[in-house]
């Protein structure tokens, strides 16, 4: 009986450790024209929310030009406006995604439609925007959601668990004492 609790507490604690890898997280992003003197100078002022999840692929970095196999937050849903117009994700043109760099959330690549432009966010040494105002030099703030907060579930099986493994070791002291 103890081996079978055992089997089972080690399941629950492996399955809530692996669904906490694969849930999407959202993050905040923000920013304006930067004042770079490169570029456009077309006021842009924008901020979104980025539902990204852990995943692993081939993925285009549009500020270099170039493919990289690797592990990124890939953006799923995006909520947004930039100078008023909403915005609404895009499928990448490589078909691979756009993607944020998983632990700082900093700029990848972000397409997207604002105003009925294909654009794009992109880092190359300076944060981009294209499409949307041709091109120009923007800032990026990508707001950390706060970590290590687990579920609200994740905490009730836990606490059902505890109280379940309690009540059998008292069940089973009675038992021996009687």
């Known amino acids: 009986m103890k081996v079978k609790l055992a089997v089972a507490f080690a399941v629950l604690l492996s399955a809530t450790l ?20 490169i570029g456009d100078t077309t006021p842009i002022s924008y901020s979104a929310q980025l539902t990204v999840e852990q995943m692993t692929g081939t993925w285009f970095f549009a500020g270099q030009a170039y493919f990289f196999t690797g592990t990124v937050d890939e953006v799923t849903a995006l ?28 700029l990848g690549t972000i397409y997207f439609t604002a105003d009925g432009i294909p654009s794009w966010l992109m880092n190359d040494v300076t944060n981009y925007m294209e499409g949307f105002d041709i091109n120009n030099p923007v800032t990026y703030l990508a707001v950390d959601p706060p970590a290590g907060v687990p579920e609200p579930s994740t905490w009730l099986f836990l606490v059902a668990g505890i109280g379940f493994v ?9 038992q021996l004492a009687g």
């Open 18 to 37: 692996v669904r906490a890898d694969s849930t999407p997280i959202t993050i905040d992003i923000s920013g304006t024209t930067c004042s770079c003197g």
């Open 79 to 106: 909520t947004g406006e930039v100078n008023g117009f909403p915005m609404t994700l895009s499928q990448a043109p490589f078909g691979d995604g756009s993607w944020v760099n998983p632990g700082d959330f900093s």
């Open 166 to 174: 309690l009540m059998r070791a008292v069940k089973t002291r009675k």
